[in-house]
């Protein structure tokens, strides 16, 4: 069946590319006759030209691995508060995008800051091709602006790194050794009422062989968040695969991929208000827009790039 809804998909996005083909066509006889203006048909053009683009930007997304939902994980870096602020900032950015977009946003774990943001927050974002869309925003993200956090109202500047993994289903057989795995409980923090905060609900795994470290206190039962932690292992060591995979095509690609810090993909410059891309040099002027989940441009730009 979903291999079906696959199928499907495509062939309704062709029959849109034919019917505003086929409007276009008209409206052209129509012109000839003196039946229509030029500015019609310019019109019809350019819708005829975006739906086109947009079926070529999505036929990049040809992996087995796009199709799935994804895990989003965001770390802060260097610049203390102004970073755990910036964390945060992110992860709003993604939460507004998942909801435009008409994704399944939840939030599986948190670490507060020490006065305010996060220093670390992990997302699930469920929908159809939500990893293919989002691969791209692994790496490090900087901050340039004057920080409300400095008393001298300097300009300063904060990293934090973004991590996408895919969320494994069914069709994808990752098996784990349950001797592999050592389990820990604990308090779960932040909101979620008296039940969440007595009872040691929330879970951390470590997978003894590849070193992955797990939490997860989205739920209110410890059995619900050690499911979630094992899909969220399996995830990740998914994800690792995926690594070798892309290191081994070719260096070209693993370094397209590569989440080294100091090695920033996107600035965000709030004061000369922009957000450049530095892969593909996308740029949008309007860093509200950008960080209110407008992120369609960049991640189509960077599709697009790693295609050629």
């Known amino acids: 069946m979903r291999e079906l809804k696959g199928h499907k998909l495509w062939v309704e996005k062709f029959k849109v590319v034919e019917d505003a083909l086929g409007e276009l066509e008209v409206l052209a006889e129509f012109q000839d006759l003196g039946e229509t203006t030029e500015e019609e048909v310019n019109a019809q053009y350019q819708q005829s030209l975006d739906i086109i683009e947009d079926v070529e930007f999505r036929s990049t997304l040809d992996q087995e691995e796009d199709e799935l939902s994804c895990l989003l994980e965001i770390n802060a870096g260097a610049g203390g508060t102004e970073a755990c602020d910036w964390a945060e900032m992110l992860y709003r950015m993604y939460v507004m995008y998942g909801e435009k977009t008409g994704y399944k946003v939840k939030e599986l774990n948190r670490v507060h800051g020490d006065v305010a943001g996060v220093k670390s927050v992990e997302l699930e974002l469920k929908g159809d091709y939500a990893y293919g869309m989002l691969k791209g925003e692994n790496g490090v993200h900087r901050l340039v602006r004057v920080s409300p956090y400095n008393a001298q109202g300097k300009r300063m500047t904060s ?116 957000v450049k891309d530095h892969r593909t040099m996308y740029e949008n002027r309007n860093t509200d827009a950008v960080l209110n989940g407008d992120l369609d441009g960049f991640l189509k730009a960077f599709l697009m790039w790693e295609g050629k």
């Open 159 to 274: 990293f934090a790194s973004v991590f996408v993994h895919p969320v494994v289903d069914s069709r994808i057989e990752i098996n784990i050794n349950p001797a592999d795995l050592d389990w820990d409980t604990f308090r779960a923090s932040g909101a979620g009422g008296q039940h969440v905060n007595k009872t040691e609900s929330a879970v951390r795994v470590r997978h003894l062989p590849s070193g992955v470290v797990v939490e997860c206190q989205a739920e209110r039962s410890q059995h619900m968040n050690r499911e979630k932690a094992i899909e969220m292992l399996k995830s990740r060591l998914y994800e690792r695969e995926l690594e070798k995979k892309r290191a081994a095509k070719s260096e070209t690609e693993a370094g397209k991929m590569k989440n080294e810090w100091g090695s920033q993909i996107r600035s965000y410059v709030l004061d000369d208000r922009r």
